[in-house]
């Protein structure tokens, strides 16, 4: 996996764990749950990511 993925992933990541501690903090449920979804997309991402390092070696 190239360094540029890696750290769009783990920035994306951290961004939906920020959306997600506003929603909580707010009370905002749609925030919350837009947080957790950017979570699930990245670990998705770094998943296939790690697939094609599999199928790289």
């Known amino acids: 996996m190239g ?3 890696k750290a769009e992933n783990t920035g ?4 939906g764990k ?4 506003e929603g909580r ?6 925030r919350e749950r837009q947080g957790q979804a ?3 997309k990245s ?3 770094q998943a296939g990511e790690n697939v094609k390092d ?3 070696k």
């Open 3 to 5: 360094l540029k993925d």
């Open 54 to 56: 599999a199928f790289k």
């Open 25 to 30: 903090a707010t009370g905002d449920k749609t």
């Open 43 to 45: 670990d998705l991402k």
């Open 18 to 21: 920020a959306k997600e501690a």
């Open 38 to 40: 950017d979570q699930s």
């Open 12 to 15: 994306e990541k951290l961004k």
